[in-house]
């Protein structure tokens, strides 16, 4: 792996990061006999982030592409998202954000990857807290256009989260009787936090993810079934030793 970063502060609004990483994956030369020698393809992702925050306002954009070869195939693929925030109040902050990853049609019979693949990003903070996708079978598929809105409360020493997400494919899903809807399903996540003390702060939160029938085509299961989560951590972080001179 090999990458360039670049960042810089225009002023004190607004901020851009530009992004050049280059990284070679092995795999079999002939795939039926994975113990022969191994080969390396180069895929390249590159693009900017940027942030802009005045006053009450919070904001950021980010676009990437990605090229190269993955398994001796042609990667063909891109990202783009946006995200705006703005306090109402001293308390309570609202968000409407989309990210749109490229994917590629099911009936298209082309051998190019037009899936874009995030590669290091940190899934859980991405698409929903229940990590449906790019965790686990949805890499090089029909990638995926994500719709939410983010509330966060802060009372005392009480902070609480909602963020419900809407989730639709970002390519066509064509079966051999129909086109199917582009709708994937829609996720509820809720989060809450309670600082108990200095060192100790107890978080949790909730999940649930109402599938549809394109959900279940693309992923296989079934989107009738019920599909959530509670998570409960108790953080201790004390301060077992410091040296001032």
């Not at 009450?56 to 001796?72: C, R």
């Not at 598929?141 to 020493?157: E, H, M, R």
């Not at 199917?180 to 996720?187: A, F, R, V």
């Amino acid at each position: 792996m090999q990458y360039a970063w670049y960042h810089n502060q225009f002023t004190g609004d607004l901020g851009a990061s530009l992004l050049f990483l280059n990284t070679g994956y092995e795999y079999p030369a002939v795939p039926a006999n994975p113990t022969q020698d191994l080969k390396v393809d180069y895929k390249q992702t590159f693009g900017t982030y940027v942030t802009y925050k005045k006053n009450k306002l919070d904001t950021n954009f980010w676009l990437y592409g990605q090229t190269g070869k993955s398994t001796d195939l042609k990667v063909s693929a891109w990202n783009a998202a946006a995200n705006v925030n703005y306090s109402v109040t001293d308390s309570f902050k609202a968000g409407l954000g989309y990210e749109f990853l490229s994917g590629k049609d099911t009936n298209d019979g082309s051998t190019v990857i037009k899936s874009f693949n995030p590669l290091f990003g940190t899934n859980h903070g991405f698409n929903g807290y229940m990590d449906y996708f790019y965790v686990g079978n949805y890499t090089n598929s029909v990638g995926l256009q994500d719709v939410f809105i983010k509330l966060n409360y802060n009372v005392n020493k009480w902070q609480f989260a909602l963020i419900p997400h809407v989730f639709l494919t970002a390519a066509d899903v064509v079966t051999p009787l129909e086109k199917m809807d582009s709708y994937l399903g829609t996720e509820i996540d809720a989060t809450f936090g309670y600082n108990f003390k200095k060192d100790i702060t107890i978080t949790g939160g909730y999940s649930q993810m109402f599938g549809s029938k394109t959900m279940e085509y693309v992923k296989g299961g079934y989107a009738g079934h019920t599909n959530n989560w509670a998570w409960l951590m108790i953080s201790v972080n004390p301060r077992i030793f410091t040296y001032k001179k």
